[in-house]
């Protein structure tokens, strides 16, 4: 019978400890990372930029070509996925936040966009846009919610500091989505 050992690998602060990790290392894991989590899920991708990633559950998947491809091959790319989750995420956050500012906007759409690029270090990263439109709020207000909501939704809280990310805010009366 083969007995399998797991590899176990903790990483802080980009370092990584195998097997025996230092006491107050583990302390901070637990006492810094203590979150309720609400959702989860996971997705697998084969083939990198070119390849498909479906969620776990099988529930969707998408074929994947990188914005470099030539061919006739038809999907989407990372950056893509991402812009629509951020943007679903932020404006999701807005609507989350404004009751709680006593804010009520009639409507707002939330449009992402996403930049991919090599840094002086040779490292890759990626370049945001987010472009808010707020109707049936003041400037102020709408400043205010924008605000707020980039303070709380998670996918500004993962890029902060990592990332580029500029605010744009549109005010309007009322509009169709």
Do not use: W
Request: one cysteine or more; aromatic letters at 8%; a negative charge.
């Amino acid at each position: 019978m083969n007995h399998i050992t797991p590899h176990i690998a903790v990483q802080y602060n980009g370092l990584t400890f195998n097997g025996s990790t230092p006491k107050h290392i583990n302390q901070y894991l637990i006492e810094e990372n203590i979150m309720k989590i609400f959702y989860k899920t996971s997705a697998t991708a084969t083939g990198g930029r070119d390849g498909r990633t479906q969620v776990d559950d099988g529930s969707i998947g998408f074929d994947l070509v990188s914005f470099q491809n030539e061919s006739d091959k038809q999907g989407t790319n990372p950056e893509q996925l991402f812009a629509m989750g951020y943007a679903a995420c932020f404006d999701s956050a807005m609507n989350h936040v404004a009751p709680t500012l006593g804010l009520k906007p009639t409507k707002s759409s939330t449009t992402v966009g996403v930049g991919i690029g090599q840094k002086a270090d040779g490292a890759f990263g990626l370049d945001l846009d987010i472009t808010i439109t707020v109707a049936g709020l003041t400037e102020d207000e709408a400043r205010k919610l924008i605000t707020r909501a980039h303070e709380v939704c998670p996918y500004s809280n993962a890029t902060r500091g990592n990332v580029d990310v500029r605010l744009h805010m549109n005010v309007i009366q009322s509009f169709d989505l």
